[in-house]
């Protein structure tokens, strides 16, 4: 079983400051995604990294897939209450030929205006 | 052009009963998943279908089935409802059999059990 840890959990900042989230796993993915969530709502996708130690920038974010693609990580730059919600990593890899994407435990960004 | 739309939105459901979950993907898309999302928590993998053939399952009991239809749009169905059921139901759709691209996910339906 594929499994995603993400750092920390939960997060509660002012607005201005810095912040990284950390994806991590013990296997390999094919790609990586990062999603966003807002209460009541599905997920949105905000990236598909695929190659090891691509990085990859929207706007003040900066995703990054490990050289071992084995993990990632979202760094936000001067955090604005527009991006509290939960944050999402996901790994896609193959089963049988067919699309597999195995989501992370997920954290919960609250930016304090 | 529609996102993904899922119906309901909001349900509630007594203990063993059963309810069905409606997903009409992307047009164009033909690779439909449902994912069980408990609160503040990532989204657990249910089913994948494409071109109307179960692909993949997660580790979710019998109770637990679903189908793709020739529009491509799905049902996800569940029997015997327990408390632990109670969660958001997402579907996404994809336009590749092998994804690596991302989901488009829909808003989801919010299943309540009492």
């Known amino acids: 079983t594929q499994l995603l840890e993400q750092s920390p959990q939960f997060l509660s900042i002012q607005e201005g400051e810095n912040l990284t989230v950390y994806c991590n796993s013990s296997?390999?993915?094919?790609?990586l995604q990062w999603y966003r969530q807002e209460p009541g709502e599905g997920p949105v996708l905000l990236v598909t990294v695929v190659t090891g130690g691509e990085v990859k920038k929207l706007k003040r974010l900066t995703f990054q897939f490990g050289d071992a693609r084995k993990d990632s990580s979202l760094h936000i730059t001067a955090a604005q209450p527009g991006d509290t919600g939960l944050y999402l990593c996901a790994g896609g890899g193959n089963s049988g030929g067919y699309q597999k994407v195995t989501f992370g435990t997920g954290t919960k960004l609250q930016v304090i205006p | 052009d529609a996102g993904v739309t899922q119906s309901p939105t909001h349900l509630i459901k007594t203990r063993g009963q059963h309810v069905t979950l409606r997903c009409s993907p992307i047009s164009g898309h033909k690779s439909v998943s449902w994912y069980q999302q408990v609160l503040g928590q990532g989204p657990q993998f249910i089913f994948q279908y494409y071109e109307k053939e179960e692909r993949g399952r997660g580790n979710f009991p019998d109770r637990f089935s679903a189908r793709q239809f020739p529009n491509y749009s799905s049902e996800l169905n569940v029997n015997a409802l327990l408390l632990g059921d109670s969660a958001l139901y997402l579907c996404?759709?994809?336009?590749?059999?092998?994804?690596?691209?991302?989901?488009?996910f829909g808003s989801g339906t919010r299943l309540t059990v009492v």
């Open positions: 996404a759709s994809s336009s590749l059999r092998t994804g690596g691209f991302g989901y488009t």
């Open positions: 296997s390999v993915f094919s790609s």
